[in-house]
Each structure stands twice: as C-alpha cells, then as structure tokens.
C-alpha cells in the first residue's frame, strides 16, 4: 500500500516537472516572434483584474484619477480630490473613472476593498457626480452623503463640485446628514436643481437677444417720438418737450444696453471642467502606446475584462501568423473605451493616429471599444487591400448584431478572431497603405469656453432688431388709428385744419358726411358764445342750422341728403375759421371738404376733353393744377347717390342745384343761397 502511495507521488512529481518545462518554453518560443507580454502571463493571476488594478493604484495613493476623461476630470485635479477626501474624518479612498455600463458600482467598490484589504470610505466617481459610496468597517453615512449630492446640485455642477458637497455632508455626522438627506429629497422631489452652466445655444440665444435690445428699443423710441410728432403737428398742438429728448434717450438706451448686457450675461464657461494640460491630454495615449510596445493586444486595466485567457492567446497566435504571412505585417489591437471626455473626443480614427505616431511602428491598429463592442481599424502602413477589407467585412464585426449586444464582453473576442480572418483574405498592395490625416479634436482649452456675447449671433440680432422695431411702431400705428377712429365714431372731434385736403375723400361715404357734419356743427356750437361777439361766426352758424331745420341732430340723420351735409360742415368750419378771426370767404372749389382757398385758378374739371372752369383752391389742388392739370378731375368733390351719364359720379357742383352749387362763389354767396332756399331774409 505504501509503496503503491510512493508510486502515484513520484508519478504525479514526474506530471508536474513536465508541465513546468512546457510552461517556461512556451513563452522562449514566442519570443522568436514576438516579445513576451506581462498581459499574458497575467492571464491567471487575480492581479490582471480590474479591481485588483485599482487596488493597486489605491495602494499607491488613496485617490485615483483616471487618464480617460482629461476634457471633464483631468488627471491634474488628483490633488483637489485628495485635499477634500481628507475632510470626512475617516480614510476615504477615491477612484474617478468613466461611466461603464456593465459594472455595478457597489459590486466594484467591494471588490476594491477586499483586495486592498483596508477599511475606509470607498468612494466611486463619473464624469458628472458621485455615483456609488460604500463604508467598510468606519462609521460615515455615505448614502446621506450621495443623496444631498444627487438632489441639491444640478446635473452640470461636475464631479468635484459634487464630491466637494459630499464630503461636507460626510463631515456633518450621521444624525444631521440623514436629516438633510430628507430635507433635500422633500424640497427637489422629481424636480432637479437649477443648472449653473449655459451651452453654446443658450450663448447664442444671448448675442441675439442683446442685438435686437440694441437696435430695436433705440430705433423704436425715435419711430414712436417722430409718429406722435407728426400727429402733434396734424392736431396743430404745441411742442412741450424739446426736440433732442427722444434722439437722447435713444442713445442713453443702446448705452445701457451695451453696459448692462455684459453684466446679465456675465457666464464665460459652459462647464465645470478645468482646462486639461497637455500631459492629462497625452497620459492616456502614451500608457496605451507604452503597453502595445510590449504586447500587441493591449487590454485597458480600468474596463471589466472582454478578453479570456483563450481568446487572448488565439488573438496573439493568429497576430503571429499573420506577421509571418506574405505581405504581412504588425497588428496592434487596443481594447480601450472611446469617449467624447477622452483627449481624441471619442475619435477612434484620431485616437489611432496618436497611438501609431507614439509607438512608433507601421501596422494595422484596430480600435475595440468594451463599452460599445464597436472595432474600428485603421491602416498605417501595412501592405494589405484594408479598404477592400471595409467593403467585405460584414457589419455583425464591426459593429456587432443581437448576440452581442446581449453579451457582457460584445463577444470581442469572437470578433476580433473574424477580423484576422478576413484581413489575411485581403489582397495584397504593392505600396503600404495609409489613413488620410483625421480631424483634429476641438481644442480643451477653449472646448468649455463660452463665445464673446457681441459675437456670434449679435449680428443678425441687429437687423432683427430694427426690423421689430419697424413692425411695432406699425403696430403702434395702426393700433392709435383705430383706438382714434373708434373715438371719433363715439365722440367725433373735428380734424386739424392743416390736414383737411390729405384727409378729406373725394368720394365720401353718406356715413363719413354725416359723423363729420355732427362733429364740426358740436365743435363749432361748443366754440360759440355770443352773436354780437363775432357777426361772421354767427352769420356762418345760423346758416347751417338752418340747413338742419334748427335741428343739430338732423345731422345724423339718414333722411338728410349728402349735399346737404356738405354744405353744413363747409359752413360750419367757415365760422370756426371765423373764431380764430380768420377772415377768408372762399373754400376749396375743386373740394370743399379740403377747406379755405389760397386763391382762384383756371382748372381742368373734366378727363375727357379740355373743359376748364375758375375755382378757388386750396394750396395742394393749385400745386397739383399747376404742375399736373390733369390731375384735378379726379380731385373733384362727388357725392353719394349720384350718376352721371357715363356711369360714374358728377362734381358737386353738377350733382345738385342746392346751396352747395354756391361754394364756388365764395362763403357770403353760399350763406345768401342758404337763406333764399329756406326764405329767410
């Protein structure tokens, strides 16, 4: 019985001896072709592990950044993490990573410990906030902690900013912090904190917003002061503020604006991020370079682990092969996450380009990202068709299909093997191939920095501005004309003489004749007080009443006829005139509405023909008689109700034989026609 224990243990020494042998000659081959790698004799050691890695660099230093977000939390910021971790009281240990889909934050956090062996406050940090905080073997009310930071600041506040707030609300104890916990998720609820940051859009919205407040609130005041101007003089009312007000608060408005707008506007960054250095911009690269000098298959140590052993050691021998192979040549794979955070702004084809240039040796470099499961490759060198490759390449590599989206590892691995398979399919080139130059990444350091307020936008502002402000004062136009018509319909004013022949019709409705005739005869019998104070008013007064019967409301209505009417407003305007102590007997022949006549002229009164008739008229009917006869015909005073032969309206003159028929003659002759046609003497 001894003797057969003997025999399986000298039997099982002897398996042993030789497995050692295969195992220490297997990586002095490899080494004809390829340099051995510390990845891949870490494949069985727990070490290689993404919690084993992080535990490492926590050993190292309690606060771990990463160098994959430099755009959002550059490595530099190291320091402003550690001078706040040391705030909480207890040892806190602080790793910034980007956001992985596949992990569970408190999973990864108690992998970090166990492996660390130490206890303290494990704190897990994105690009935005705190996302995960356990306490192993200290007292700290880290969830407390993680709520006030989730509820009180904005989504933008930025990672710092939010550690920052969790450590303060660490530092307050256990009682107080779950007291402010349940104070803040009372008052946000569902709603979340205001932001403290503006985009490039929101800037843009303020350039447009200060262009149009510079052109259009000066440009409006002048519109607005020159309109009511206009209708001050029309109204023949006298000037009571001076005249270089408006141009003044004009100018003392776009002052204001151009002072002011800085001060409301006053954001100048879009984010929290710090500006990068050039190392935080170059350490992510340079540590990828550095691993692919030493192993073609680089795996990122931050990210869960898509490649198994096997798959790891299939990828190196079919890497070997193909170096080996005709017009074959270097394959170097990164298994990095791309993110918008990352120095190449998420571009796998810039990202390559860094790499290549930094290892410094042609090849294909193949991009697989573990977060999205995407591969991109890219030829810098290599003497193979890879553009014949991206024809025939099936969109399940590059891209993945169902099973991978189901799969944790994208089924990487997998892929990366169809990858080699095609690429040794590809045909052969005479010359290497090469990538064209790819865009260059926006700039960090102005990436988060917001354009000047009076650019960008302002300049369309300015003509926008000015367009509004055109349109409002139309609107304040047009919305006085019919407030002013609407009063007039209610309590008719009579209209400023100096603008009675641009008002006036020449052809007037029966109800525009009859609310003017009621407003000049109130007007006229308002302004009126005695007979023997002014004879010629009066004489002017009592002949439109008599027209009217005695009987002012007449005026309004419909029985009275429209020559009528016009005889009353003529005659009452004539004895307003006559207040003033106007002593002018003729009115405008060609247009009696138009008002008094500055003389008499031989105008042409018919379109048709040469007829010519002398009639007094007033300034603009003798302009236009003088510099364009023919004009006047159409000038000429018709009334409603009435044809001519041709169809159209006959001059009032032909229209009636009333006392109308008499204005021609002058004022005194209407008044004596007024008096035979009544029998008054």
Known sequence: MTSSRTRVLLLLLALCSLTAL??????????????????????????????????????????????????????????????????????????????????????????????????????????????????????????????????????????????ERFVDVVALGEEKAVARAEAARATYGDDEAAEMYIGPSDRKNQSFLTGILLTGVPLLILLTAGYAGRRRRRSGAERRVPRWVAPGAAVLTATA???????????????????????????????????????????????????????????????????????????????????????????????????????????????????????????????????????????????????????????????????MTFLGKAPRTERPGSEPAPAAAPRAADE???????????????????????????????????????????????????????TSPTEPSASYLRRTAHAELSALTREFTTPDGNPRAWDRLDAAMLLLDGDPDRARKTETDPATLVAVVVLARAGRAALTGDTDDLFCGVNPLHGPAVSRHHVRVSAQGNRRRLLPVCEPCRDTAIAQPGGIPGRLLTLPGTASGDGGRPPYYDATDGPLSAVPGGIARLIDKVRETAGVH
């Open 22 to 163: 295969f195992a220490t000659a297997t990586p002095a081959h490899a080494a004809d072709s390829a340099p051995a790698t510390p990845a891949r004799a870490a494949d069985s050691a727990p070490a290689t592990t993404q919690a084993a890695y992080l535990a490492d660099r926590l050993r190292e230093n309690p606060v771990y950044v990463t160098d994959q977000l430099p755009r959002e939390v550059p490595r530099s910021t190291a320091p402003d993490f550690e001078r706040l971790a040391k705030k909480t009281g207890v040892p806190t240990y602080v790793l910034v990573l980007p956001f992985q889909i596949s992990v569970d934050e408190r999973q990864l956090l108690g992998a970090v410990h166990d492996r660390l062996g130490r206890d303290g406050l494990y704190v897990l940090v994105d690009d935005s906030d705190v996302t995960a905080a356990t306490a192993y073997g200290v007292r700290a009310p880290a969830d407390a902690a993680s709520t006030v930071a989730l509820y009180e600041l904005p989504s933008d506040a930025g990672p710092l900013r939010s550690f």
């Open 257 to 419: 604006v151009v002072l002011t707008a800085p001060a409301v506007f006053d954001q100048t960054r879009s984010s929290a991020a710090p500006a990068p250095t050039p190392a935080d911009l170059s350490a992510r690269v340079e540590r990828v370079a550095a691993g692919l000098r030493q192993d073609p298959v680089y795996a990122d140590p931050e990210s869960p682990r898509v490649l198994g052993a096997r798959q790891l050691e299939r990828l190196h021998e079919r890497i070997r092969d193909f170096r080996r192979s005709e017009a074959g040549g270097p394959v170097f794979v990164s298994v990095v996450p791309q993110t918008p955070e990352s120095e190449s702004a998420g571009d796998a084809m810039l990202f390559a380009a860094a790499v290549h240039a930094k290892v410094g040796e042609d090849g294909l470099y193949v991009i697989a990202d573990p977060d999205d499961g995407t591969i991109d490759f890219y030829n810098h060198g290599l003497r193979r068709d890879t553009n014949r490759l991206s024809v025939d390449l099936p969109d399940s590599v590059t891209f993945g299909d169902s099973r991978a989206d189901e799969a944790d590892d994208h089924l990487l691995g997998e892929r990366l093997d169809q990858l």
């Open 448 to 502: 988060k920095t917001l354009p000047p307020l009076f650019a960008t936008d302002f300049w369309p502002g300015l003509f926008v501005g000015a367009f509004l402000a055109l349109l409002l004062s139309g609107v304040v136009a047009g919305v006085t004309w019919i407030v002013t018509g609407l009063r007039r319909r209610r309590s008719p004013e009579p209209e400023p003489a100096g603008l009675l022949p641009v």
